[in-house]
């Protein structure tokens, strides 16, 4: 790792691949013409990975997103060339762009990257942070997708050979999580109390401090030893104290708490900071207000300038590794937790954890399913 660092602080793109796909990154505040030009000839979009307060902060996130969490612009003056293309990324992340000068949709796309980097999402745009900040820059970063010579998405084999034949400097993501993890970490386990609760029977209740903000992990029994059974729950105030009828997600916690109950063995978190999938609970409402008006789940966060998710559950993998869990029972119907959970070293099983739709709640669950990939079966 340190030899990429050292190489992306001359000015030097790297090579970071997982299993299916590699990219080429540099950090945004340093692109040149000379990269960008590397780039179109070997790879295909342009993406700029940004953490959300910058996005929001350039006002970025007044134009749609775009296939889910991409945002398409470019400078309405020029741009054509790789230079200017350099010249405008680099002038747009230190402020000096103005809205409208902006073109949308353009071909330079947008991407929230969680600021955490790969410990709280472990995904290219969040592994392009990581490189621009432990190289010194602002975090904010350039990559592309490599291609191959007859236009297919390139694996790690290609990836690395591709490397040494442009003498560029090379890791996998799981490289990077792990470098990480062996210096640094996200959470903190500041406190442990016992939970007696009506319904569930009795847990330890540990509490942790995040970026996101406080997290309680409910613990029974001893979870550091075979398949554990595990909720990550994201906050949902309306569904999980109110009962709302508008989504599934009280019940989901209901069922999962009684499930471990029952075992008497498991680990449910509570993420805080997830409410709306992550864009609060005001502008949840806000979203409800606009299904009302005919908008799906989906498309009422994106008319509100939020990409359909903005979750990421890198922290959760980290406050089941401080509790020692390592085999996983997971109950959920959402396929990214699975994925991001092994990508952090877990091995994953799913177990579903479906409720009955209601009348209420059923175009709500077929926009997760259709749009969002949920394992839900619905019959109408």
């Known amino acids: 790792m340190q030899k990429a660092i050292e190489a992306v602080k001359k000015g030097k793109p790297v090579i970071i691949y997982d299993d299916k796909k590699a990219v080429v990154c540099i950090p945004a505040e340093?692109?040149?013409?000379?990269?960008?030009?590397?780039?179109?000839?070997?790879?295909?979009?342009?993406?700029?990975?940004?953490?959300?307060?910058?996005?929001?902060?350039?006002?970025?996130?007044?134009?749609?997103?775009?296939?889910?969490?991409?945002?398409?612009?470019?400078?309405?003056?020029?741009?054509?060339?790789?230079?200017?293309r350099a010249n405008f990324i680099k002038n747009l992340i230190f402020g000096k762009i103005e809205i409208d000068e902006i073109r949308y949709p353009g071909r330079i796309f947008v991407e929230e990257a969680k600021e955490g980097g790969v410990l709280e999402r472990p995904s290219f745009g969040e592994a392009c942070l990581d490189v621009s900040k432990m190289a010194g820059f602002e975090?904010?970063?350039?990559?592309?997708t490599l291609i191959t010579s007859d236009g297919k998405i390139a694996d790690a084999d290609y990836a690395t050979n591709f490397a040494k034949q442009n003498d560029l400097e090379f890791f996998s993501i799981?490289?990077?999580?792990?470098?990480?993890?062996?210096?640094?970490?996200?959470?903190?386990?500041?406190?442990?109390?016992?939970?007696?609760?009506?319904?569930?029977?009795?847990?330890?209740?540990?509490?942790?401090e995040t970026p996101i903000g406080e997290i309680i992990a409910l613990v029974r029994g001893n979870v550091d030893k075979d398949d554990v059974l595990v909720r990550i729950h994201s906050e949902c105030l309306t569904g999980d104290v109110f009962h709302s009828l508008r989504c599934d997600c009280g019940d989901q916690l209901e069922k999962a708490l009684k499930k471990i109950d029952r075992e008497d063995k498991g680990v449910a978190i509570y993420m805080r900071g997830h409410e709306g999938r992550g864009i609060g609970l005001i502008n949840k409402l806000m979203a409800y207000k606009l299904q009302e008006e005919g908008k799906d789940t989906v498309?009422?966060?994106?008319?509100?300038?939020?990409?359909?998710?903005?979750?990421?559950?890198?922290?959760?993998?980290?406050?089941?590794?401080?509790?020692?869990v390592k085999n996983i029972r997971l109950m959920t119907n959402n396929p990214l937790k699975i994925k991001e959970l092994e990508k952090y070293g877990f091995k994953v099983k799913r177990e579903p954890i479906e409720v009955e739709p209601s009348e209420e709640?059923?175009?709500?669950?077929?926009?997760?399913?259709?749009?969002?990939?949920?394992?839900?079966c619905i019959n109408d």
């Not at 975090?139 to 592309?144: D, E, K, L």
């Not at 009506?198 to 540990?206: D, E, I, P, Q």
């Not at 009422?300 to 990421?312: K, Q, T, V, W, Y």
């Open 30 to 84: 340093i692109v040149s013409g000379v990269a960008i030009t590397f780039i179109m000839r070997n790879c295909d979009e342009i993406r700029l990975a940004l953490p959300w307060r910058m996005i929001a902060k350039l006002g970025l996130n007044r134009f749609r997103f775009y296939n889910g969490n991409l945002i398409p612009i470019d400078f309405k003056v020029n741009g054509l060339s790789a230079d200017e």
């Open 139 to 144: 975090a904010a970063g350039i990559y592309s």
């Open 174 to 208: 799981n490289e990077l999580i792990m470098h990480r993890l062996r210096h640094e970490k996200l959470v903190e386990r500041v406190v442990e109390a016992t939970l007696p609760t009506k319904f569930y029977g009795v847990f330890k209740a540990v509490g942790y």
């Open 299 to 324: 498309e009422a966060n994106i008319e509100l300038g939020f990409p359909p998710d903005l979750r990421s559950y890198g922290i959760a993998a980290q406050i089941l590794m401080d509790l020692g």
């Open 361 to 376: 709640n059923l175009e709500y669950l077929k926009a997760k399913k259709e749009k969002m990939g949920h394992l839900i």
